[in-house]
């Protein structure tokens, strides 16, 4: 059953949809420094490291736009699902390993977290995508109306 978008719940829906943005981005600044510091903490020079993280986190987060829109466009979403899936399993495994000699099981949540965040926001969004889709109507197609035709006495 299809239901009918008020102008408050696509407020809502912006509203939403700006805040996963938000978290989104922040967590990449999170895991992205994480992993730029492992990567010099094991011998990669500086002007290289601050790319290594790229090949995972952006390509994570464009896995999860392509996700989006091929949504959008009702198409086959497996393959970015599962670029999204390993980049979010890397992601994660690398920020955990980069804290694992503290032998903290807090921290290493802690910094699990990020990727993680990123993967549950592409979630939702694509519940408010399909919730805004199926409440969409589609046109109707009106039939011709007879003219109405006066008899004159």
Not at 10 to 38: N, Q, R
Not at 88 to 104: E, K, M, P, W
Not at 126 to 137: C, F, G, H, R, T
Request: proline fraction near 6%; charge should be positive.
């Amino acid at each position: 059953m299809a239901m009918k978008l008020t102008t408050q719940s696509k407020k809502i829906a912006d509203a939403i949809t700006i805040g996963l943005v938000l978290v989104s981005i922040s967590s990449f600044i999170l895991s992205y420094h994480t992993l730029v510091v492992m990567a010099m903490d094991h011998g990669m020079p500086i002007w290289l490291a601050w790319l290594w993280p790229l090949s995972m986190d952006l390509f994570m987060m464009i896995g999860c736009l392509t996700v989006i829109r091929f949504k959008m466009l009702k198409q086959s979403t497996l393959y970015p699902w599962v670029v999204v899936v390993i980049t979010t399993l890397a992601s994660i495994g690398f920020n955990i390993a980069s804290v694992y000699n503290t032998g903290d099981p807090l921290t290493m949540c802690m910094y699990g977290v990020p990727p993680l965040t990123v993967f549950i926001a592409l979630e939702l969004l694509l519940l408010i995508i399909k919730i805004e889709q199926a409440a969409i109507k589609k046109p109707r197609r009106r039939t011709p109306r007879k003219p109405v035709v006066k008899q004159t006495e």
